[in-house]
């Protein structure tokens, strides 16, 4: 009789009997692997597998993470990459193997945790077990000598363990054949400490809750992100956005019909040029409605039914003019300039202008380097602070055919650099400016550089799986702490007459599960028993009687 | 937000007179280990690995062994001075912090600093509360000064302000607990290391091989060691996990997602599983003992990866280090 846990050694299956239907030989293999898959010694292996298998998820490009540097990977690794790639080393946490481990691992979890809960929800009714034979074998026991006789020694120890919040359970021992019942020979068990099993299975089943919430994301959820420039706004369907993901039961009709506007975006900084906080003012509704205004920020989104709206990066659109030499005057162009260096705010970009109706091979496109707070040294201009004190840029201008309409996808903030080196693009000019001033080119088509607007990188994202999440994370802890921190005891004590002096010898025993050291509690209650014996036994026998 | 100069130059004084008096302490150990020659017969009770018949330790609580005033006095000594140093060692955080007026973890030589005091504090606790433990202390605390040393010269960072994303109220939940965790698990992994020692050299002495007198057998006996690293990892398990939950949560306001694998994500999972499988494997059969030590020396190992590679070799958006690249 111990309180340890069910075993979950892997216990073998007697042999099949030679006369067995094929029929049981098959569910007795069966059994044998069941059990095999949900013992302890297969979870541990399984939660190794679990933590092996996470390792190159953080060691090679994830596509999940940056799919940039997963195609700066395979140029580096032209060999390698390919057959990582067949091994899903590039998409580890969505790889069969993955799923295949932590799958294994929950379906041994719940071959665990469903026989034990049911063994529990029965250990819950039914009363302490009996008293083993041999209590003095038992990790902390001891013996008390009083001259109480035994019934009235065992309602002392009851009432000790009671006011300790024990379930207590008096029987006749099994031992007291000799002696008769009921005088001599009666036992105790009592028990407490539920709760820690109860810890236990609920940290097991959040486990599988989490899992399942997690899975519910995955399926449900989308999300989407958008360059936004100020004054400018977006509505949430998979064709605005610049890049998107979504589960796969999620269709494009089921998105939350909202649209973001754009308002102001501001960046501030410490003395020291640490960015201290970005807010983005935006006016948000579904379409057609008049927006609603928030602030929002790092560390602080919108939340809408759902919904969040995150500000996840910003920078600089330069804008320019372009004058032809016809006269025709185009204002107020821009484009987003992205962020190479988050210090200095130092951004590259290109404006692409196919239609300035001088012919497909007299398109242009200004290519160049925005600078919010410039500083030009040997003609090369650099930025020296992320605020926008004295911006400037510096641009190439092209002229050629920029394949826009060729099929082939090109990057919106960049030239393709075939096009350059193929002679497909020819550089024809190139200037430093600042804002208000212009250069004017060969054919005398004046470009202008006007100033600049912020843009904020924005992100959509809608999990309906998150709050569920959360619940089985929260009550994962509080089972973890209720398991970790609680302990089940059981105590059992046996009387016997003692042949000397004709009182009693109480046998004591406990048996602890659970954190601590079990002796010096053990050696407490003892001596709290012991004077409670001595205290019940020094009163006159009458009044004893009459309590 | 400006930074009083006089307050910074007063923590980094402090810092290395922790180091000093965590030196002077780490001596002390020592010397109680060098004089701590105790008689064979009155060795620490040695408690068989538990097996199915339970734990075969006698009804009493193991006897506190007997050993020399010299050697005695020597551990109060190591014990006095370790708690000076921590205290000094505290200070270093507290004047950081108002120095640059916010909490003193926001860079990874505040974060280092502020784990190897908890790893610090939670050992001497242990060592106050159970002097068999004071053995251990040149084989925490040793580590300990290197441990400073080392971020004294390699995570040194300027107090500074917080960049924006780190200003939130979750900096103080978030980690605070991974401090928390990982300061105790340092405690712990060290505990099985030593238990890995201690239980390798009474199986050679059991087999007649080497001398009972050395340093070895003078550490806290087997058993002790044993429950002294399962303790602290009990404890520990679930201020990470609460860790981990809190990221999840504030990742969920700062980056748009509770969890995306970033590469601190994924390592502190990979240390969850592996501390999951230490408690599981210290109560599974064929597990516990040196198997289940090993688990655990792996999952510091684990945690020590996580905090150096991941800070500093990988890009991931956990990028607070506040080195130079």
Redesign the interface.
Known sequence: M?IE?PP??TAATPPPASGRSAGRRVLGTLLHWWRRLTA??T??IL??L??LA??P???LP?R??SKNNVTTYFTDHPTLAPILDRLYLFD??SSPWFAAVYLLLFISLIGCVLPRALEHARALRAAPPRAPRHLLR?????RLTTPLDGAAALDVVEEELRVRRYRVVRRESALSTSSGPGAYGSELSAEKGYLKETGNLLFHLSLIALLLG?AGGKLWGY?GSILVTEGQGFCNSFQQYDTYSSGPLVRGADLTPLCINLQDFRATY???L?????TAKITYGGPGQAGTDATIG????LRVDGD?V?V?GHGFSPTFSVTLPDGTKFTDVSVPFLPTEQKTMSSEGALKLPDLGAGKDKQLAIQGLFAPTGLVQNKILTSVDPRPLAPEVAIFVYQGYLGLDSGIPQSVYSLDPGAISRGQLTKIGAANLTPGQSMTLADGTKIGFTGFKEFAAL?F?H?PG?YW??GA??S??AG??GM??LRRERVFARVEPDEGSGGTVLTVATLTRG???S??R??ALTKDLDAALGARASKPEGSARDD | MTIDPTLAALSDHLFSISVALYSLAVVAFCAQLAFGRRPADAREPELVAAGAAGRAVPPTAPAMVPESARSRRWGQIAVAVAVLGALTHAGVLVTRGLAADRLPWGNMYEFATAMVLVATVSFLIFAVRMPAVRHLGAFVMGPVVVALVLIGLFLYAEAGPLVAALRSYWLAVHVTSAILGFGIFFVSGIASGAYLLRSRHDARLAAGQGRGDGVLSRLPSAATLDRVAHRTAVFGFPIWTFAVIAGAIWAESAWGRFWGWDPKETWAFIAWVVYAAYLHARTTAGWRGRAAAWVNVTGLVVMVFNLLYVNMVSTGLHSYAGLPK
């Open positions: 111990t846990a979950r050694t302890m010694r979870a541990i939660l190794f679990l933590a996470a390792v998820g953080s060691l994830q999940s993470l580890v946490f038992l990790p902390d026991s001891g997690l999300e410490e003395p020291n640490t960015a201290s906080s970005f790092v560390n602080d989104p969040r995150y996840t992100q994202s999990d998150e999440v959360l994370a929260i994962l802890l973890l702490l970790l921190l954190s601590g050291e002796g010096p053990f050696a």
